[in-house]
């Protein structure tokens, strides 16, 4: 019996994600000093909307660049600038879609 849990609780660690989003995004910034929540809010204050936000975000992860980046100096210098992504156009506005829904603030204020 004893067996069979631990084989279970093996099997559910390596599922994959539930969507784009958590399988793609989540798993590397959860090492970085910085929230994911964070960054959506410097995303927001640089684009100031949905529309230009999810253009900026996708072209910066098409085509990482430091002087695209809305990351401080400070950040870059230690953590770099990330690799280009390799998700599918289609994936990547998926995960943008979900992104936006997790965090975006204006539904949420009363």
Known sequence: MVKKILIFMILLT???ASDVYERNCVGCHRDLPTSLQRMFMNYLLVYGGEKNMK???KHYL???SKHISVMSDLF???YGIKNKTTLSSEELD???DIYWDKFKVFD???
């Open 55 to 57: 253009a900026g975000l």
């Open 14 to 16: 390596y599922l994959p």
């Open 94 to 96: 998926k995960a943008l």
């Open 76 to 78: 870059i210098a230690n």
């Open 62 to 64: 098409q085509y990482p």
């Open 108 to 110: 949420k204020l009363k």
